[in-house]
């Protein structure tokens, strides 16, 4: 057995403790990696540019003459035209998408009793970072994905950190996309610094609110150093490696269903892939598409890698399917089974779900509308993936009458004396002239 065969277990004839084996990721050692960010992040904080130059040049291997410009200071790129419609139709539908998330989330008046009314407003997170990696593959689409819900949310300030090309500039497609959804400013790094410059600010960096997008485990050991810290800024959620779990019956395409898992492993070497196979599937058939599928690929060294703790489970019914499915919690989960939408009511925890047979998971990732930022290494269990809400704060609004406060101010200034806080308290009987 190859290094790259990805192992088969049966959780038909396995303990739970096993079982729990299976679904454990590989291990991202946080803690030695924070020795790495901590000094990265420190010197960004207090040098500044000349930190994000150096780190850059020492890094990325790119010496820098400008580091955050804004975006209309850069000649539009020049892209091929199908090219150009690829992305217009990926911005087009990711666009429409979040728009119709408008009016998704109820602002409607509620009266709690009469006199007192209750409702909620939406406003924009002024300033915001968004992180799109350029290391092992460059991803134009992760621009459009973040900066589109940005622009609707109505962020004035939006900050597009990526890593620059040897001579300093930006790769087109993702200039391209930028352009395209509204970025306000360009910030040519990647990394740690990347992060910590958009959390503290720098001499030419506009200091964001909160920071988003996927990286490299360094890039997300920044993201939770920093929201711990004085600089004041939220994360749009933790994550870690990408990853795919795909559930196949004994009718799904082998070879539909070995390209699922290979197109998330070609990710990195830490991503993930799993099957869940129910009776019928063959597995070893499986087995084998994806080693001859791997052998093709440009990528294939980093593949293999991911494909070294990648893992294929026999089940022996859907129940059991969407059990260790929700214990795994993936990233993205594909239903590749007959009635694909009938498992929809017992599948609780993902990032992203594509079900039936014509829905691979790189739709997704690019152009079908739905963001492609999600919750990685377990993480699905409680966050969502990005949303026009994720660049949006709630705030409550409550307005009562004079007949409202006489209807509810007992009760607040009877609550308010058993807390033993009289200002509370006196805060409602003085305006009801109760003293």
Not at 58 to 80: A, H, M, N, T
Not at 120 to 141: D, E, H, K, Q
Not at 377 to 396: E, H, W
Request: charged share 20%.
């Amino acid at each position: 057995m190859s290094e790259s065969t990805i192992k088969i277990y049966d959780a038909n004839s396995m303990t739970a403790d096993q079982l729990k084996k299976v679904i454990a990721r590989p291990r991202v050692d946080f803690t030695s990696i924070l020795s790495t960010v901590e000094p990265i992040v420190d010197g960004v904080k207090n040098r500044g540019d000349a930190a994000v130059r150096e780190l850059t040049a020492k890094f990325d291997k790119v010496e820098l003459q400008d580091v955050c410009v804004r975006i209309d200071s850069i000649p539009d790129p020049e892209l091929p035209a199908d090219v150009k419609q690829a992305f217009d139709t990926a911005y087009s539908n990711i666009k429409a998408f979040h728009e119709a998330q408008i009016n998704g989330s109820s602002t409607d008046v509620v009266e709690t009793m009469p006199g007192v009314r209750c409702w909620r407003v939406a406003r924009p997170i002024n300033a915001v970072g968004l992180y799109v990696p350029g290391g092992t593959a460059v991803l134009p689409s992760t621009a459009l994905m973040l900066a589109v819900p940005a622009g609707i949310a109505g962020c004035q300030t939006i900050v597009l950190a990526t890593p620059p090309r040897p001579d300093g500039s930006i790769t087109p497609e993702v200039l391209y996309c930028a352009k395209k959804a509204g970025v306000t400013h360009v910030l040519k790094a990647g990394g740690a610094q990347a992060v910590a410059a958009l959390a503290w600010g720098t001499e030419t960096c506009p200091k964001v609110d909160k920071i988003f997008g996927p990286g490299n485990q360094y890039v997300t050991a920044a993201k939770m150093l920093l929201q711990n810290s004085e600089a004041m800024v939220a994360i749009d959620m933790p994550a870690g490696p990408s990853e795919v779990l795909v559930i196949a019956d004994a009718n799904a395409n082998h070879t539909h269903v070995a390209i699922d898992l290979l197109s998330q492993a070609e990710h990195g070497p830490d991503s993930q892939s799993m099957l869940v196979a129910l009776p019928g599937v063959d597995v070893e058939a499986i087995q084998g598409e994806v080693e001859k599928q791997c052998s093709m690929l440009p990528r294939a060294e980093v593949t293999r890698r991911a494909l070294s703790h990648s893992r294929i489970v026999r089940v022996e019914s859907k129940e059991a399917a969407a059990a260790f499915s929700n214990d795994y919690a993936p990233e993205h989960l594909i239903v590749n089974v007959e009635d694909a939408e009938s498992w929809l009511p017992v599948l609780d925890n993902a990032g992203s779900i594509f079900l039936g047979r014509w829905t691979p998971e790189s739709v997704g990732d690019y152009a079908s509308g739905t963001n492609h930022v999600l919750p990685t290494y377990g993480y699905a269990r409680m966050y969502s993936g990005v949303s026009l809400d994720t660049f949006q704060k709630k705030m409550t609004v409550q307005n009562l009458t004079l007949d409202g406060l006489r209807a509810l101010g007992p009760a607040v200034a009877k609550m308010a004396e058993v807390e033993g806080l009289d200002a509370h308290r006196r805060a409602v009987t003085l305006r009801l002239g109760l003293e």
